[in-house]
């Protein structure tokens, strides 16, 4: 069994900090490398950040760049998102997954994607 599973969101104050955690299983996360995803209400998933296998590099959203900062613990098996200074548009469910690197684009969730986590909820609001 592949799988992974989010946890760490809840309702933040703009401005606030959130960290989620993505857990795998059956898999190593230095073998593979690992996307964070969002989809807000009404609107299609996007790409968030990607963290290479090796962890040397990493990839982020122009609107979250400076903000969100991806990682991992390789002991662990987890994959992290730091998320600071959030904004409402940050609002939505979060979701990490197994990905396939483009090298100038981030994934895309309709091509890129082999293994999804079933995502945890973040809002952000006053």
């Known amino acids: 069994q592949q799988q992974l599973a989010e946890s760490g969101g809840g309702l933040v104050q703009p401005g606030g900090s959130l960290r989620l955690s993505c857990a795998v299983s059956?898999?190593?996360?230095?073998?593979?490398?690992i996307g964070w995803f969002r989809q807000a209400p009404g609107k299609e998933r996007e790409g968030v950040a990607t963290?290479?296998?090796?962890?040397?590099?990493?990839k982020y959203a122009d609107s979250v760049r400076g903000r969100f900062t991806i990682s991992k613990d390789n002991a662990k098996n987890t994959v992290y998102l730091q998320m600071n200074s959030m904004l409402p548009e940050d609002t939505g469910v979060y979701l990490c997954?197994?990905?396939?690197?483009?090298?100038?684009?981030?994934?895309?969730?309709?091509?890129?994607?082999?293994?999804w986590g079933q995502g945890t909820q973040v809002t952000v609001s006053s």
């Open positions: 963290i290479s296998s090796r962890g040397a590099s990493t």
């Open positions: 059956g898999f190593s996360v230095d073998d593979y490398a």
């Open positions: 997954a197994v990905v396939r690197l483009d090298g100038v684009r981030l994934p895309s969730p309709n091509y890129d994607v082999y293994y």
